[in-house]
């Protein structure tokens, strides 16, 4: 399967399997399994959508935004549990205005779901642990 690392945005092909037990990417030579949350924006974001064979979980927020401050956190834990399952991408809408008008983004924070480059989900407000944790498992 088509991993993009999270590193150097590289595309991966990666053996798909039930847990791994190491992962380096083939550019970079990073683990392909300690991080797994990435930054996105006009330059990179469509290009990760499509070289993605893993769903791609997207929260869309905004450093003013009280619920997106609250979620950060629990986003960034929960990307650790779905290394090379899920890959989970932040866009900065205050930064990447016109990613957040192009994906009709009309209130954050707001989860988008990716897969084959095509958006299959979308959840506004904040979700707690378990809530996103459920939200990725379905798209597994």
């Known amino acids: 399967m088509k991993i993009v690392c999270p590193h150097c945005f590289q595309i991966n092909n990666?053996?798909?399997?039930?847990?791994?037990?190491?992962?380096?990417?083939?550019?970079?030579?990073?683990?392909?399994?300690?991080?797994?949350?990435?930054?996105?924006?006009?330059?990179?974001?469509?290009?990760?959508?499509?070289?993605?064979?893993?769903?791609?979980?997207?929260?869309?927020?905004?450093?003013?935004?009280?619920?997106?401050k609250m979620m950060g956190p629990v986003f960034e834990k929960v990307s650790k549990n779905f290394a090379l399952k899920a890959l989970f991408a932040k866009v900065n809408t205050e930064n990447e205005q016109n990613l957040g008008a192009r994906f009709g983004i009309r209130s954050i924070p707001t989860l988008a779901v990716f897969k084959n480059g095509k958006e299959v989900d979308r959840l506004s407000g904040a979700l707690d642990e378990n809530g996103l944790k459920q939200l990725v498992q379905k798209h597994l």
């Open 14 to 68: 990666i053996p798909k399997k039930e847990s791994y037990a190491k992962a380096n990417c083939g550019k970079c030579k990073n683990s392909l399994l300690q991080k797994n949350l990435i930054n996105l924006g006009e330059a990179n974001l469509d290009e990760v959508l499509v070289n993605s064979e893993i769903p791609v979980i997207v929260d869309f927020w905004a450093p003013w935004c009280g619920p997106c």
